[in-house]
């Protein structure tokens, strides 16, 4: 595969790797800020993260650089290659820092899946819902080591023969799975949006259901990126490679986004979950119990009644509309 369609295809998805670069080296820098301005606030999952946001980006570094110096013999360095474009392509893609790239990014679906994971079992807050994703995680990662065998196989081709029909098989898979956490975080923080807009109102409910947060929380350029990649990989198309590198820069992107907001503490979490599913009970069942008490606490002693009455009304004020930790 190297036509002068497939050829457009991988110099515009280099230009496109190096533009995408750059914002994840900014949005790294941010989260670098946050960390420091936690202070004493850090936890063990901010160092964690900070951990898992170090391995992205030397893994995007990896598959930029190889990309780049993989463009730069085939069009500049070995321009007068026998065969051409097409016979440097046939002989030499399977190289040995070709198989590295393709470790770097397959590592990085690896992580940037086990994130989303993650993220499903904070917004959901229970392991059943994640036992399925786990499973094709597993499967996942079978298949990643079999596809980076027959990729690195000398004179495989990562888009033609056994590695296409491997490649298919895990792409399909890792594709599928984050589909399918993606539509169980979009449909879990939509269900306790419309929650929060029944019992708490309209405006409540409006830091749940905006469209960045579900854009966000669900990763969901890194899906569609990826659903994009998978039907032009599996079809033959000569612009799988470009779908390929905005599939591997959002696998990067995506969860530096979500990472960069747990750590200015804007990301839903479970304890949050927690504490208005609280407020909604809490108005459901003591307010009405507050508004029928009224008359009869009036007339106690010394007005000691009243007192009370009002102070459960304001512990119920703040519990609907006090600080929730920020989403």
């Known amino acids: 595969m190297s036509d002068s369609t497939f050829q457009n295809a991988y110099y ?9 670069y750059g914002v994840e080296l900014m949005l790294m820098k941010f989260t670098i800020d946050q960390v420091i301005l936690l202070g004493p606030r850090r936890t063990r999952r901010d160092w964690l993260l900070v951990a898992f946001s170090t391995a992205n980006l030397v893994l995007v570094t990896i598959y930029v650089a190889v990309q780049s110096f993989f463009g730069e013999h085939m069009w500049i360095i070995d321009v007068g290659y026998p065969g051409g474009q097409a016979g440097y392509m046939q002989d030499n893609a399977a190289v040995w820092y070709q198989t590295m790239g393709t470790a770097a990014s397959i590592g990085m679906n690896l992580l940037s899946d086990g994130l989303l994971i993650y993220r499903c ?41 056994l590695a296409v029909q491997l490649g298919t098989s895990y792409y399909a898979t890792s594709i599928g799975l984050n589909t399918l956490v993606t539509c169980i975080i979009t449909g879990r923080i939509l269900h306790f949006a419309r929650s ?7 405006d409540a409910s409006k830091i749940y259901s905006g469209v960045a ?27 799988s490679i470009l779908w390929l590198s905005f599939y591997a820069m959002f696998t990067c992107i995506s969860p530096q986004i979500l990472v960069l907001r747990v750590m200015e503490r804007r990301a839903l979490q479970s304890d949050q979950i927690a504490y208005q599913t609280t407020a909604i009970e809490f108005q459901n069942q003591v307010m009405p119990l507050a508004r029928s008490t ?19 009304l304001r512990k119920g004020n703040s519990l609907l509309g006090g600080e929730t930790g920020g989403i």
């Open 121 to 161: 079992f904070i917004v959901w807050g229970t392991v059943k819902v994640v036992i399925v994703p786990c499973t094709l995680y597993i499967a996942a990662l079978v298949l990643g080591v079999m596809e980076l065998w027959a990729s690195g196989t000398p004179h495989q081709d990562f888009f033609s023969g």
């Open 196 to 202: 929060s807009r029944k019992h708490l109102g309209r």
């Open 213 to 239: 947060q579900i854009i966000v929380e669900s990763a969901l350029p890194y899906t569609l990126s990826g659903i994009a990649f998978l039907l032009s990989y599996s079809t033959g198309s000569q612009l």
């Open 294 to 312: 009224t008359s009869a606490t009036a007339f106690s002693e010394g007005g000691q009644g009243v007192q009370v009455h009002l102070e459960v």
């Open 12 to 20: 515009v998805g280099n230009n496109f790797n190096c533009i995408l």
